[in-house]
Every structure is written in C-alpha cells, then in structure tokens.
C-alpha cells in the first residue's frame, strides 16, 4: 500500500513560481511511477507530468513542457512538481498519483495509478 500527500499549492500571480510537493509512504519513491495530474473546474483530470527513476524517464504533457518539472529526494521519499511561469489556466486542483508498474506508453493515463493523494489547490491570478 502506498500513501501520497501533497502540498505546496496556493495562490500566486501569473508569471510566478510554486513547488508542489507528493511525500510517499508505504514503498520508495524509486520502486514506483510516479505522476502529476491536474483538474480543473468544470474539466476533466489531465496529465501534467510523470517520472519512474529506474530508467530516469520523465514525461510531460504540452502544456507543462519547459515550463514545469518533476524531480525527487530519495532520502525525503518526495516528489516535487516544480511549476514556473505559472498562467491563469494552470489554476487546478493538482494530484500526485504512484503505481508500481512500469509506464512506457500509458504513464498520462489517470486510470493506470492505483495510489492517488488528496490534491493540492493552485490558483493563479492574472
């Protein structure tokens, strides 16, 4: 079993920076895929980004390439989604989600991850 927990959101203005974090419980942060999503109002759930370290694979979505980042801290079991050059449309309420299985084509779909966290509200003001 396998526990997330993000933190980090907030409000900030268009053009600002926030770090998202997801700390894992359960198992390592690198026996796992790890994954960022989003949801916003009235939308459904979109993939931002997704990470397996065995492999140092990292994926992004369009809208998150170049202007976000996954990393990790092994020794903190905690991911970080870190997101620059915020705009109003990246406001959402962001998930972390983690599996133990090994994406190599499917990592942006939601219904893969078995473990989810509670998610973390964005806001960004223009």
């Known amino acids: 079993q396998v526990q997330l927990a993000e933190s980090g959101g907030g409000l900030v203005q268009a053009g600002g920076s926030l770090r998202l974090s997801c700390a894992a419980s359960?198992?390592?942060?690198?026996?796992?895929?790890m994954g960022w999503f989003r949801q916003a109002p009235g939308k459904e759930r979109e993939f931002v980004g997704a990470?397996?370290?065995?492999?140092?694979?990292?994926y992004y979505s369009e809208p998150a390439r170049g202007r976000f980042t996954i990393s990790g801290d092994d020794a903190k079991n905690t991911v970080y989604l870190q997101m620059n050059s915020l705009k109003p449309e990246d406001t959402a309420d962001y998930y972390c989600?983690?599996?133990?299985?090994?994406?190599?084509?499917?990592?942006?779909?939601?219904?893969?991850?078995?473990?989810w966290g509670q998610g973390t509200q964005v806001t960004v003001s223009s």
């Open positions: 359960g198992r390592d942060i690198s026996d796992l895929t």
């Open positions: 989600a983690a599996d133990l299985a090994l994406f190599t084509s499917t990592y942006y779909r939601g219904e893969e991850y078995a473990y």
């Open positions: 990470i397996r370290w065995s492999g140092s694979a990292a």
